[in-house]
């Protein structure tokens, strides 16, 4: 198979800070960024309100050898928007020194939350759980699999 599923959050205008959040705490690389503004530049009927020319339309962001999608709309408009607990991400390496600068350097922020202090337990040498500012949930893991 020739494709890749990429984990897309829709963040209600707290885009472009979770992007510059996810640079700095993640060293997160931006790919792809394109604001309300710039989209109406390339497509004169594309609307949205006032005051919104920052928010982001799309953007792609690669963190390690993966990419993570952030826009500000919800993807079922037929429900409204709402942070959830029903997905995280799950950042994972064998490299335990890897896992552990990462969990030291989000957790530098102070509006995030730890949920689970990072240390062993039964299935990890090294296994956190933390909610940074926009809901989103990440799960810090020392894997020993090979996957």
């Given at each position: ?12 205008g707290q ?52 990419k ?80």
């Amino acid at each position: 198979m020739n494709f890749e599923v990429i984990p897309f959050l829709s963040l209600n205008g707290q885009a472009a800070a979770a992007i510059a959040f996810y640079e700095e705490y993640l060293g997160a690389k931006v790919i792809f960024k394109k604001t309300y503004q710039e989209m109406k530049e390339m497509v004169p009927n594309f609307s949205y309100e006032e005051g919104k020319d920052d928010y982001i339309t799309h953007s792609v962001l690669e963190i390690g050898r993966n990419k993570l999608m952030i826009a500000e709309e919800e993807m079922d408009t037929t429900q409204p928007w709402q942070q959830g607990n029903s997905f995280s991400l799950c950042i994972q390496s064998k490299d335990y020194n890897e896992i552990d600068k990462l969990y030291r350097s989000l957790t530098k922020h102070k509006e995030v939350t730890v949920l689970a202090p990072f240390e062993k337990n039964s299935f990890s040498p090294g296994y956190g759980i933390i909610r940074d500012p926009f809901g989103v949930v990440i799960q810090l893991c020392v894997t020993v699999h090979d996957f």
